[in-house]
């Protein structure tokens, strides 16, 4: 019985059929249903009179390329991924370029790759590798019946005759082309340290795009990425650009620029040496007569001609400093002698016995000062405590009373204060010096 899948596990195999055995590949057709999202994400079906394909372009794939304004009703040429959307189950393209119809296949598929690699940093200038300034053999993969490699030959011969060069032949146009290339420069790779190739040219003369398109293909790109010698791409003339100039460490815009490159011109170095040999001469003549004038000098000096002389005054010397440092002994014994005289002496008037017993006696006198003022500061507070009772029972409402008038509250207890706070009926208590008198209004009358 066969197994049971679930919706996902199939819809995953069979994603990874399409994608394993279709991949990258390019559709023509017409854009319809277009809808960008504002996440920069771009989605549209292409159609042709028979089918139809679900498009996503993402906003980094977009951004990378020429961006060509996309609408409903458009014929394009799109280069992208065959691929599946699980959570619908449907098969879509995953697009990374887009073109008008109509416009360069081959050019286009140069730019596809081009993003490609260097997304993945085939191309970054900081994994590139110097050329060795003085290679002592050279590789050349190109045609070996190429104008080409004549014109290599013959400036690698002549600017530097002791140039060791290996020729590789390759074909470099044609189907198969490609591949040739590609194990040739991983052959020489493999073996450089064996061969004793220090640096390797892969170039052709000049051509057509077709003609060149051989060096734009990926599996030749990733060889020259992959090789353990530096690298130098030469291919077609100055204007033509290639994918393997990209991944090389160092792209000549000629095979005989690429030459001259690698190959450091005898003419220059004989110069160069002749020029460095005066130079050196020069220096150490100029050396040798500043070392002779020293010499004369040296002998000249009179501690050179008679060396006691020199012993006798350095002795001199040692007597004269062992005479400075015995003094200043001296002269520093008596400073702390003195110093220290000072400080008994100091001591002496003012020890501490005598001043802790000062203290006290200070702290004694000062104690009973204030002991009186505390005792004075007390009995003015009681005297002015009498006087200000007397004034308070003098204006208190008693002594008022005493005098002969009287206080009316309210049934409440409040003070009347006017004949508006009463009405007949209300009872009253009336307070005396030495009593008081409930009464109750019975008639009320303004003053």
């Known amino acids: 019985m066969a197994s049971i899948l679930t919706v996902s596990e199939l819809t995953r195999v069979v994603r990874e059929v399409i994608e394993g055995h279709i991949g990258e590949v390019w559709v023509e057709g017409e854009i319809s249903n277009y809808r960008r999202q504002s996440s920069g994400h771009h989605y549209f079906t292409l159609k042709d009179d028979r089918a139809q394909l679900a498009c996503v372009m993402f906003a980094r794939s977009y951004g990378a390329q020429t961006r060509v304004p996309l609408a409903d009703g458009m014929h394009v040429q799109v280069y992208g991924q065959v691929?599946?959307?699980?959570?619908?189950?449907?098969?879509?393209?995953?697009?990374?370029?887009?073109?008008?119809?109509?416009?360069?296949?081959?050019?286009?598929?140069?730019?596809?790759?081009?993003?490609?690699?260097?997304?993945?940093?085939?191309?970054?200038?900081?994994?590139?590798?110097?050329?060795?300034?003085?290679?002592?053999?050279?590789?050349?993969?190109?045609?070996?019946?190429?104008?080409?490699?004549?014109?290599?030959?013959?400036?690698?011969?002549?600017?530097?005759?002791?140039?060791?060069?290996?020729?590789?032949?390759?074909?470099v146009q044609g189907e198969g082309a490609a591949l040739e290339i590609s194990r040739t420069i991983d052959h020489v790779s493999s073996r450089a340290l064996e061969l004793k190739v220090d640096v390797m040219i892969v170039g052709r003369g000049g051509g057509s795009l077709e003609d060149l398109w051989q060096f734009n293909e990926e599996i030749v790109a990733r060889s020259i990425?992959?090789?353990?010698?530096?690298?130098?791409?030469?291919?077609?003339?100055?204007?033509?650009?290639?994918i393997a100039d990209f991944v090389a460490d160092r792209r000549a815009p000629t095979p005989s620029a690429a030459a001259e490159i690698v190959a450091p011109d005898i003419v220059a170095l004989q110069s160069e040496l002749i020029s460095r040999s005066s130079a050196l001469d020069r220096l150490v003549r100029q050396a040798l007569e500043i070392r002779r004038i020293r010499l004369q000098r040296l002998a000249g000096m009179p501690h050179l001609r008679d060396p006691r002389r020199l012993i006798f005054e350095r002795q001199q010397r040692v007597d004269q400093l062992e005479m400075r440092l015995v003094q200043l002994g001296k002269d520093v014994f008596q400073q702390r002698r003195s110093r220290i005289e000072k400080i008994l002496m100091f001591l002496s008037a003012f020890r501490p016995d005598r001043l802790l017993q000062a203290k006290r006696a200070e702290l004694a006198v000062l104690e009973m000062r204030l002991r009186r003022s505390l005792s004075?500061?007390?009995?003015?507070?009681?005297?002015?405590?009498?006087?200000?009772?007397?004034?308070?029972?003098?204006?208190?409402?008693?002594?008022?009373?005493?005098?002969?008038?009287?206080?009316?509250?309210?049934?409440?207890?409040?003070?009347?204060?006017?004949?508006q706070d009463l009405e007949p009926g209300d009872r009253i208590q009336t307070k005396l010096a030495d009593g008081a008198a409930k009464s109750v209004v019975e008639e009320l009358a303004s003053g």
């Open 83 to 171: 691929t599946v959307y699980e959570s619908r189950g449907q098969y879509q393209l995953m697009v990374r370029l887009v073109q008008p119809k109509g416009q360069g296949v081959l050019q286009a598929k140069f730019e596809a790759l081009k993003q490609r690699l260097q997304a993945e940093g085939l191309f970054d200038p900081d994994r590139k590798r110097p050329l060795p300034k003085f290679p002592r053999r050279v590789a050349l993969v190109t045609s070996p019946t190429g104008a080409a490699v004549q014109d290599m030959l013959n400036i690698l011969r002549r600017r530097s005759p002791w140039l060791s060069i290996l020729i590789c032949p390759v074909r």
């Open 225 to 242: 990425f992959r090789s353990r010698i530096p690298v130098i791409s030469a291919v077609g003339h100055e204007i033509d650009f290639t």
């Open 376 to 419: 004075a500061n007390v009995e003015f507070r009681k005297s002015r405590v009498t006087e200000l009772a007397n004034v308070i029972r003098l204006l208190g409402p008693q002594q008022t009373l005493e005098r002969g008038y009287s206080i009316t509250l309210d049934a409440r207890g409040n003070v009347i204060r006017s004949v």
